[in-house]
């Protein structure tokens, strides 16, 4: 990502809610939009995950196993302008042998400045299930 002061907003995709009666792997999800969001170009991204590995780095660095003079410390790293979060929920309907599964994702950039919502959308799909019977 372009350093602190970048002309890019930095963004930090972070939880993203399950609250479906299903298991999706809501990481992978993560992973997804914060790739999307890179390909904009528009965007600058910190990885949450990777911002734990670093401070562990940071305590190794500081350890004396390296180099004092080429160690890198804490106080240098892009401070995040937008948190964004998310939700994903689904709504069951069954019709006759269909079953039908509407899924809403809700995701939300937050403004971590002044803590408003700056940009929120929801995109809704429909998955159809056929029952299936039992036949001899």
Not at 15 to 43: V, Y
């Amino acid at each position: 990502p372009p350093p602190q002061g970048s002309p890019l907003p930095i963004v930090l995709v972070g939880k993203l809610r399950n609250s479906t009666s299903e298991h999706i792997d809501m990481r992978s999800l993560g992973d997804k939009i914060q790739t999307a969001l890179a390909q904009t170009g528009r965007f600058a991204l910190v990885d949450q995950q990777a911002r734990q590995d670093i401070a562990e780095e940071y305590e190794y660095q500081q350890s004396g196993y390296v180099n004092p003079e080429a160690a890198k410390a804490p106080g240098q790293q892009a401070s995040v302008d937008f948190l964004m979060t998310g939700d994903l929920a689904s709504i069951i309907q069954e019709v006759g042998r269909d079953k039908l599964v509407y899924y809403k994702m809700t995701a939300k950039l937050n403004d971590v400045r002044t803590g408003t919502i700056a940009w929120t959308d929801e995109k809704q799909i429909r998955k159809k299930f056929e029952k299936q019977g039992v036949s001899w």
